[in-house]
């Protein structure tokens, strides 16, 4: 149990289009996602918290009006990069948050995404 | 804000037992994960310390001392399928409880 599915895993794109990744959580209801970067050999960076039926919280520092994120329904989350740029290229990473399950909140973590944007 | 910080780089011999260090500042603390990382992959858990003391799982085990903003995982037994990054992350408090990830040790196990 607890899986989540990011699509697509990769994609490329030229530079000024848009792309769509959605994130899912298959075989539970998550309370809240969690959008990340991480650029090469570098850790994740927190982009925003993602809450259904409510405005996503960016952190510090993330444009919200070039990655939009929409929180539709308990088990999707979508991120659009707008606008793309060669420097948005980055590994983009999602997590569900399971409540209740166990003692602490574990995040459970997508696949991943590979944006390349050329 | 919040910082933590671990080392880069690890480089340890097929069987040994490497430690891999983290330290954190942060205000409310909620608890620590470590997590996994193949290159190209998603992070997968290791750990939770939310207390101080030793938690052993098999060949992991994870340390928190609470008062010393400190944490370390321990692996035995090394196997070369242990090469990858280990990310140190701190939950804190408040709205969804939020995860801050250290800067991550790519370690290289070697024959």
């Known amino acids: 149990g607890a899986v989540v599915s990011q699509h697509p895993s990769w994609v490329i794109c030229k530079s000024g289009t848009s792309v769509k990744i959605e994130c899912r959580s298959l075989?539970?209801?998550?309370?809240?996602m969690f959008w990340y970067r991480q650029f090469p050999k570098q850790s994740l960076m927190l982009m925003a918290t993602?809450?259904?039926?409510?405005?996503?919280?960016?952190e510090q520092g993330v444009e919200k009006d070039k990655f939009l994120i929409n929180h539709a329904s308990l088990t999707l989350s979508t991120l659009t990069v707008t606008s793309a740029h060669p420097e948005d290229s980055s590994f983009y990473i999602c997590?569900?948050?399971?409540?209740?399950?166990?003692?602490?909140?574990?995040?459970?973590f997508g696949p991943g995404t590979r944006l390349t944007v050329l | 804000g919040q910082n933590i910080d671990q080392p880069t780089e690890m480089t340890a011999t097929e069987g040994a037992i490497v430690q891999i260090n983290c330290t954190y500042q942060t205000s409310g603390f909620n608890g620590l994960f470590w997590y996994q990382q193949h290159a190209g992959e998603a992070p997968t858990f290791l750990s939770y310390?939310?207390?101080?003391g030793l938690e052993e799982k098999g060949r992991f085990s994870s340390f928190l001392s609470r008062s010393k903003g400190y944490s370390y995982l321990l692996l035995k037994e090394l196997q070369m399928k242990d090469s990858a990054s280990y990310l140190c992350a701190v939950c804190t408090t408040g709205t969804a409880s939020k995860l801050t990830f250290g800067t991550g040790t790519r370690l290289q196990v070697t024959l």
């Open positions: 075989d539970f209801q998550a309370t809240t």
């Open positions: 993602s809450n259904e039926g409510s405005k996503a919280t960016y």
């Open positions: 997590s569900a948050n399971l409540a209740g399950l166990r003692a602490y909140n574990e995040q459970f």
């Open positions: 310390n939310v207390l101080d």
